[in-house]
């Protein structure tokens, strides 16, 4: 009987080939605290295997809000850009506020006019030590490579061309129209906000659009986590669209009405149901709006 100890004999095994090669991958891009880098990481890229980065492929329209379009609505702005869907963004406060000496002296600036790359010249001037150590420099380095400065979103004339100054932003291509299919909010009140500014408007494109919130706290460290999500249900979304556009067809897509928009409809809390499920610490609300 053969001993079985010679079976783990390693001189008694057959060789194996050497294994190939490993592929060479770039190395991974380190973000700062505020979430600014300039180039795609493999994890912004894609939230869902399958999805498509090909710019030629159809891609939802994305708008994200935040209070003072800064932090949160920012980063994931950035993301959502970098996985080429289309996308803009805007804050719902009445004035952009950004952290200052102490909570009860804040930077306050006007929407619309002022650029990111004048708040960080301002700031800079004026401490630059707080306002590094504070991450508002990084944060209004990182915007102003993404679009001019924050914009208001009771002040958006939906369905109005975004031309001129707005070809610059990351994620114009494709918003020029003036409407998108999902907005996502970062904060409970900023849904509220959206949902009772469309009311307010009265309907006058009789377009639907999905007001998804993902409540994501005020930090530079939790928008990171909250724009990683934001780009996985962006991803999770836009599967869903493809699957409804190619089963049904594509007509009149485009104007929001059709059998494949009403289909894609339909699977959007389904899909946000899902989503939850892997995020369960960026809880959700959903609703349907109308432009």
Known sequence: MADPRLARDPRRTTPQPPPPPPVATPPA?????DGAFDKPSAESQSGVAGTPSDGNVFKLK???VCASNNNRSMEAHLRLSLANYPVISFGTGSLVRLPGPSITQPYVYPFNTTSYTQMHSELNAKDARLNR?????????????????PERWQDWPVGKPRLDRFREDKGSKGTEGGVVDVVITCEER????VV?????RGSPLNRPVHVINVDIKDSHEEALVGGRGILDLADSLNVAAMEEREKRGNESWHNGTGQARSGFDQRVPEIL???????????ALWTLGWF
């Open 190 to 193: 900023c849904w509220d906000a």
């Open 273 to 283: 149901g899902e989503w939850q499920e892997r995020w369960p610490n960026l809880p």
């Open 133 to 149: 150590a504070n991450g508002v420099l990084n944060m209004l380095e990182r915007n102003r490579t993404v679009k001019f400065g």
């Open 196 to 200: 009772d500014n469309l009311l307010e």
């Open 62 to 64: 994305f708008c994200t």
């Open 29 to 33: 891009l380190e973000a700062n605290l």
